[in-house]
């Protein structure tokens, strides 16, 4: 019973990684989610707004172009790369200082967690308050000679 069901799932996982990974073909619909329009719109290529992109169908007719020759996605990424520079592509590659693209959102989130921690423990560090001099104990000494000097003056401690 149980390898019917670990062959069941291991089937309809492989099914699923099938499905999620298509033919293999690069497409432009793919290849424009991953590149930047570059007219000045800020948006990837299957989302430029403007409605006549002249950039948007020179782009595409490029990729369509490398399709056609037979690369690959990472190939054709790599080519729009060096036509137009590294600013085409929607995430920068993970070297050199494009790295820090990269590591500075984990760093600032660390940081942020940190300061936040810091700030919790003060707002919850109980405030030492100062003795009050009537909790410290007196001299018995002290005590008595401050009685016996009231007592003379003749100000008012009555037995």
Same mark, same amino acid.
């Given at each position: ?5 670990? *062959?069941? %799932? ?7 990684? !099938?499905?999620a ?5 690069? +497409?432009?619909?793919? %290849? ?11 948006? *990837?290529?299957?989302?430029? /707004?403007?409605?006549?992109? +002249? *950039?948007r ?11 056609? $020759? ?10 729009? $790369? ?7 592509? $929607? +995430? /920068?590659? !993970? ?23 810091v700030?919790? &423990? ?9 003795? *009050?001099? +009537? ?15 009231? &007592?003379?003056?003749g100000?008012? %401690? &009555?037995?």
């Open positions: 019973m149980r390898s019917k069901l670990a *062959t069941c %799932i291991l089937v309809v996982g492989l099914f699923a990684a !099938a499905m990974r298509g033919d293999g073909k690069p +497409s432009v619909e793919s %290849i424009g989610d991953q590149v930047m329009c570059l007219c000045g719109c800020v948006a *990837t290529l299957n989302h430029c /707004p403007h409605i006549d992109c +002249s *950039t169908e020179e782009m595409k007719a490029a990729i369509q172009k490398e399709i056609a $020759a037979g690369k690959d996605e990472t190939a054709i990424l790599q080519d729009l $790369a060096i036509r137009y520079g590294v600013q085409v592509l $929607a +995430s /920068p590659p !993970a070297k050199g200082f494009d790295l820090t693209v990269w590591i500075l959102p984990g760093i600032g989130l660390l940081a942020g967690l940190a300061l936040v921690v700030i919790v &423990r003060r707002w919850r560090k109980p405030v030492a308050v100062p003795a *009050t001099p +009537s909790e410290r104990p007196i001299d018995p000494k002290l005590r008595a000679a401050v009685e016996e000097e009231i &007592r003379n003056s100000l008012g %401690i &009555r037995d």
